[in-house]
């Protein structure tokens, strides 16, 4: 069952996010998107069932998926496979263009056997986090194609979606070969500490209001502090405290502009010490102060 909390990502009891989809009847989003340093939804480590699709229109990105940096330039398509813990980052000081699409593979499982056979070999394949179709690459421009189409003819269209995700899953399941599974496995270290990761960010997730120390997060995981540290650090790019710290900054971003909270009362709500200390901190994440991202959001 689904808890709703405050944030920018909305997260399961699991700890997994619940996508804010086009239509809550039907479990597809799709957007026109950009990317540049510093937005709100550039760093943030998260998963869900979801399969994750993005195409880059223009610029240079990357992902981090399970660990792994992927650079990605126009004409790129990166598939994100469910479960997998991955967040978007911007490599250049330029804006990026990208079309994503968060799909969940019920829409294609249009029978048993067609969920057994070509949809659950790929959504439970957990050797393979991603695919990464390179622009030069002989599939990578069909693919890409069929994105465009997507975001352009399928807005408020179920039955397109569905066609249009049936032909991309096409794409997709021709690259799940065993040599390309072997492949992916020798090229990727595989560190095994997926399930660890996600219960510590589901700690996080439960406690930030409180105050917590880096064995706490550990324990969480049921792992040694030093390991912690480096489970965060080769997947997130952060250490557990930083996780932490800009865990806490983003709900304070959320409550700067959905309630009524003096900076106090926020800070306390949020696991910080006092106001000033958070004023410190989100300057630190967000570029600006707490009063001036409010006073910003409230232009918007």
């Known amino acids: 069952m689904a808890e709703i909390k405050r944030g920018f990502i909305i997260k399961r009891r699991d700890g997994s996010e619940i996508v804010k989809y086009d239509d809550p009847s039907f479990p597809s989003y799709i957007f026109d998107g950009y990317l540049v340093k510093g937005c709100g939804w550039e760093r943030v480590p998260h998963y869900h069932e979801d399969i994750e699709i993005v195409s880059v229109k223009g610029g240079e990105m ?13 004409g790129d398509t990166l598939f994100v496979n469910s479960g997998s ?16 699409a ?16 070509a949809v659950k070999p790929i959504v439970t394949d957990k050797t393979v986090p991603f695919v990464h179709f390179k622009a030069a690459d002989f599939d990578a421009p069909s693919i890409y194609q069929l994105m465009l189409e997507m975001e352009h003819d399928c807005k408020g269209n179920e039955f397109l979606i569905t066609k249009y995700f049936f032909e991309i899953w096409d ?11 072997l492949h992916v496995h020798s090229m990727e270290e ?7 990761l996600k219960a510590m960010m589901l700690f996080i997730d439960e406690h930030y209001k409180e105050r917590i120390i880096l064995s706490d997060i550990a324990a969480a995981g049921g792992v040694s502090q030093s390991l912690c540290n480096q489970i965060f650090n080769k997947l997130t790019e952060k250490s557990p405290m930083e996780y932490l710290a800009q865990y806490r900054c983003r709900k ?11 900076m ?6 949020t ?19 707490p009063r001036e991202y409010k006073k910003l959001q409230a232009t918007k």
């Open 252 to 262: 304070v971003a959320d409550l700067l502009v959905s309630s009524g909270m003096s």
């Open 85 to 100: 813990i991955h967040y978007s980052l911007s490599t250049t000081n330029k804006v990026s263009r990208y079309i994503i």
């Open 271 to 289: 696991g910080f010490t006092g106001a000033s200390y958070m004023a410190e901190t989100f300057k630190k994440y967000f570029g600006q102060s």
């Open 190 to 196: 595989s560190t095994g500490h997926n399930s660890r």
């Open 102 to 117: 968060i799909l969940h593979p019920k829409i294609i499982c249009s029978s048993f056997s067609v969920e057994e056979k």
């Open 264 to 269: 106090p009362e926020i800070a306390d709500m």
């Open 62 to 74: 990357a992902y981090m998926v399970e660990g792994t940096l992927i650079k990605l330039k126009r």
């Open 171 to 181: 794409i997709i399941m021709r690259r799940f070969t065993e040599a390309y599974r």
